[in-house]
Structures are given as structure tokens and as C-alpha cells.
């Protein structure tokens, strides 16, 4: 069964806390996405990856890492040196590492700093 | 930086009427895309159009795309309550090789029974 995947739904955090957010795919993408999106806003591209072993920061890059060592995944991880983190995170894979392609979504993790 | 603008924000309408959405954008793109996502969910692509297209239709989904207004519409017919969700349009740019997207706000759509 194909698709992709985000772990955990929920997370909470405390202040100062690093958290790592896990999204899997084994749809055999080449490109990988992670998208914040605020309470009844868009989304907005925090960082992307069109190939293993590198990757781009997106609109909204500060406060946040990621890696890309193996094709299927990309986590990201949620810094302290992020002011305001409470959010719905989503991560989305596409076909082609290059050109528009339609994006596949996982179904979110809820990030809450408490 | 957000390339897509939707109007309304909000819709309300009962089972069966059409629902109309609009979406418009700054720069040339390569193609718009049309996604929705219920609430606490993940977004589900619907309907890629590409830049030399002018009209799509998907089942109850129809797209129509105008390059020279940098505008494009979603008419769901016939709407049911399980269409009730938030719809996003998306675009590439015109000159991006890779597959980034840049989202709008979204408009919510609630279908009443």
C-alpha cells in the first residue's frame, strides 16, 4: 500500500525543546516538501529536497533543520531557536526532482509548545 | 511569498447548488494546481491545469484557467455535504525547474445538508 506517512499525529513540546517530526514515503519520489500552515492560512514551504543527500530552504527556513540520507525519508526537526512553532506541520513528495508535478501529502503532525 | 489569492475566503450553499471558487496569481506559471483538505488533514490533489490549457473538467470539478488575467476558478456541481472541505489552488512558476509550489489561503467551502 503506497503512500506517505507522519509521525505522530500530536506532539507537544516544551519551550526549549528540539522536537523531530518523521515523514516516510515509499512512493519512489525523488523530491520531498515541508509545509507549515498556521490556523486558516495557506501553506507556506519551510524546506524542500529534489534528490538524496541535499536539499533547500524554503520561504520560512529559520528555526527548523532537516536531513535527506535515504529516498524515502525526511524528518524534520523543530529548533528552540524557533520563536513560535505551534502549528500543523505537513510533509509532500513528488515524482520528479525537477518541473511542477502534482505534490502527495502525508497527513500532518500537530505540533503544540506548552 | 504567497502567489495565489482566493476568493471568497468563505462559502456557504446547500446540497446540490454549484460552488465557485477563484484564484488569482502574480507571475507566469507553468501550471495551476486545485487541492483540498478536510479539516486536521492532509491535502488531496484534484486537478492539475497547465498554462496552455484554458478549461478542465474531473468529474463534478471543472477548471478554467486564464493566463492573460493570471486567474483561474473551481465550479464543484451538483455539491454534496462531502464536499465540504477547504480548496487550495496551487502554482508553479513558469521558470522553476524544481516542484515547488506556492499556495493560497484557501477558501472554506461548507455544504449544508
Known amino acids: 500500500d503506497g503512500g506517505i506517512t507522519q509521525s505522530p499525529k500530536y506532539l507537544f513540546r516544551k519551550e526549549g525543546q528540539n522536537v523531530t517530526l518523521s515523514c516516510e514515503q515509499n512512493?519512489?519520489?525523488?523530491?520531498m516538501y515541508w509545509y507549515r500552515q498556521d490556523p486558516g492560512q495557506g501553506l507556506r514551504l519551510i524546506y524542500y529536497?529534489?534528490?538524496?543527500?541535499?536539499?533547500q530552504k524554503g520561504d520560512i527556513a529559520e528555526g527548523y533543520s532537516v536531513s535527506r540520507e535515504k529516498k524515502e525519508s525526511f524528518p524534520l526537526t523543530v529548533t528552540s531557536a524557533q520563536k513560535n512553532p505551534t502549528a500543523f506541520y505537513l510533509c509532500?513528495?513528488?515524482?520528479?526532482?525537477?518541473?511542477?508535478?502534482?505534490?502527495?501529502f502525508g497527513p500532518g503532525t500537530r505540533l503544540t509548545v506548552l | 511569498s504567497q502567489q495565489g489569492e482566493e476568493d471568497p475566503q468563505a462559502l456557504s450553499i446547500q446540497e446540490g447548488e454549484n460552488a465557485t471558487m477563484n484564484c488569482s496569481y502574480k507571475t507566469s506559471i507553468n501550471n495551476l494546481q486545485w487541492y483540498r483538505q478536510n479539516s486536521g488533514r492532509g491535502l488531496v490533489h484534484l486537478i492539475l491545469i497547465r498554462s496552455n490549457e484554458r478549461e478542465k473538467h474531473s468529474g463534478r470539478l471543472r477548471v478554467t484557467l486564464d493566463t492573460s488575467k493570471k486567474s483561474s476558478s473551481l465550479l464543484i456541481t451538483a455539491s454534496r455535504a462531502a464536499d465540504t472541505a477547504s480548496y487550495f489552488c496551487?502554482?508553479?512558476?513558469?521558470?522553476?525547474?524544481?516542484?515547488?509550489?506556492?499556495f493560497g489561503q484557501g477558501t472554506t467551502l461548507q455544504v449544508k445538508p
Open positions: 509532500a513528495s513528488s515524482i520528479s526532482d525537477s518541473g511542477p508535478d502534482t505534490q502527495y
Open positions: 512512493l519512489n519520489h525523488d523530491a
Open positions: 529536497s529534489q534528490i538524496v543527500n541535499d536539499f
Open positions: 496551487a502554482t508553479a512558476h513558469g521558470s522553476s525547474n524544481t516542484g515547488k509550489l506556492i
